[in-house]
Nanobody, 120 residues
Framework: VQLVESGGGSVQAGGSLTLSCVAS?????MGWFRQSSDQVRVGVAR???????DYSDSVKGRFTIPKDNAKKTLYLRMTDLKPEDPAMYFC??????????????????WGQGTQVTVSS
């Protein structure tokens, strides 16, 4: 599956931003990861084929991961952005849902990433 992210940009702290990820084909299990400079890639949110979702504790209550299967598009709606949220955000299509926390080894295909910055 080929994945193309968009929607990154700069936003003030407390603001909102929505990322999009268009897939080349239907992928039932998808997720978002983020990676800051000098940090490992960490899971942010994921959604299964049955619409089950899972969020990291750091974004729970602020981010949501809607998915439009007809458009083969995954979204990451981010609200109340905080200084710890800036990173390169990556979309991924997975192999299988595993017990939390989500890990990069659960995912097979990756997008090129889109940058999110937050100014105070």
């Amino acid at each position: 599956v080929q994945l193309v992210e968009s929607g990154g940009g700069s936003v003030q702290a407390g603001g909102s931003l929505t990322l999009s990820c268009v897939a080349s084909e239907y992928a039932p299990y998808m997720g978002w990861f983020r990676q800051s400079s000098d940090q490992v890639r960490v899971g942010v949110a994921r959604i299964a084929g049955d619409r089950t979702t899972d969020y990291s504790d750091s974004v729970k209550g602020r981010f949501t991961i809607p998915k439009d299967n007809a458009k083969k598009t995954l979204y990451l709606r981010m609200t109340d952005l905080k200084p710890e949220d800036p990173a390169m955000y990556f979309c991924a299509a997975g192999r299988m849902w595993s017990a939390p926390p989500m890990t990069s080894s659960d995912f097979r295909d990756w997008g090129q990433g889109t940058q999110v910055t937050v100014s105070s």
